[in-house]
């Protein structure tokens, strides 16, 4: 059994900040780039930010850059989305995927070999 678990999310204040998290079992997260994903309703997805296998490059939407930091910590298996100075935006429900290319190269294009089942993020005060 291969899954992707997603936590952390709640309700927070605008301005305020949560830690997401990805957790993978069944599978070894350190051969996969993990994309994370968002998707309010009646929009369409769209990707936050991508890290690479080896975490070695990162990439983020222009819309979170300087808020959000992807980071991974294979070891435990295990993929992070800090996010800060959260605006009420950024409401929606966040997924992680894990992509068969290693590298962050047009990632949120690319097909994703294992998705989460979403965590739910809403900034309201």
């Known amino acids: 059994q291969s899954r992707l678990v997603e936590s952390g999310g709640g309700l927070v204040q605008p301005g305020g900040s949560l830690r997401l998290s990805c957790a993978a079992s069944?599978?070894?997260?350190?051969?996969?780039?993990i994309g994370w994903f968002r998707q309010a309703p009646g929009k369409e997805r769209e990707g936050v930010s991508c890290i690479s296998s080896s975490g070695g490059s990162t990439d983020y939407v222009d819309s979170v850059k300087g808020r959000f930091t992807i980071s991974r910590d294979n070891a435990k298996n295990t993929v992070y989305l800090q996010m800060n100075s959260l605006k009420a935006e950024d409401t929606a429900t966040y997924y992680c995927?894990?992509?068969?290319?290693?590298?962050?190269?047009?990632?949120?294009?690319?097909?994703?070999?294992?998705w989460g089942q979403g965590t739910q993020v809403t900034v309201s005060s």
């Open positions: 069944g599978f070894t997260l350190g051969y996969y780039a």
């Open positions: 995927a894990a992509s068969p290319v290693r590298l962050c190269v047009l990632w949120a294009l690319v097909e994703y070999d294992y």
